[in-house]
């Protein structure tokens, strides 16, 4: 998840506005949005926004739940800065914005892209959603071997131009451990 600055904002003036509960999903806070407040978002796939969660803000991608809706992870650094735990009701203002903060890559793809200086242009050529297209292509396998293969084909792909890893279904939920055949499990 995006880097998150704490500071003090006033959520009415973000245009999408509502309040939701923190559940838990496979030991993970998240935050389901309501059906009213993600329909008036411009995609069903990732978004990019900035938002004011109980006064404090912050950006980053929220994530589609495969059902027409999104989820916007509530990382333990946002849950100890507001004190929000399963079942809390929290204020958000969200606003979408063209500006993707940087996704997190991780290791095991960072060490291909540091072991392929020849296509360092291509990565950083890309825009920040590509980026985060590539990150959550590679991180939607449980399977090491499909993930092994995955940042394998991500290095040939970009090596040849590619600036998108494929047409998988960007509305999709694809976090393997929130999600059951593309949807976001059921939260506890």
């Known amino acids: 998840m995006a880097e998150k600055t704490p500071a003090r904002i006033d959520a009415a003036a973000l245009t999408v506005r509502f309040e939701a509960t923190v559940r838990t999903i496979g030991g993970r806070l998240i935050l389901r949005l309501p059906d009213d407040a993600s329909a008036k978002l411009p995609s069903r796939g990732q978004v990019a926004v900035k938002a004011v969660m109980n006064g404090h803000a912050f950006q980053t991608v929220i994530e589609p739940d495969g059902m027409r809706g999104h989820w916007l992870d509530v990382d333990e650094k946002t849950s100890r ?6 079942g809390d009701t929290v204020a958000l203002g969200i ?7 940087e996704p997190e890559i991780p290791e095991d793809f960072q060490a291909a892209l540091a072991g392929a200086p020849d296509i360092c242009k291509v990565w950083q050529g890309i825009t920040a959603m590509s980026r985060w297209e590539w990150v959550r292509w590679i991180n939607a396998t449980r399977n090491p071997q499909t993930r092994s293969r995955r940042v394998e084909v991500g290095i040939s792909k970009l ?20 999600s059951r055949n593309g949807k976001l499990a059921a939260a506890v």
């Not at 800065?81 to 399963?86: I, K």
């Not at 606003?95 to 993707?100: I, L, N, Q, V």
């Open 81 to 86: 800065a507001l004190s929000v735990s399963g």
């Open 95 to 101: 606003e979408p914005t063209k500006d993707w903060p």
């Open 159 to 178: 090596r040849s131009g590619k600036r998108r890893p494929c047409c998988f279904d960007l509305a999709s939920c694809t976090d393997p451990d929130l």
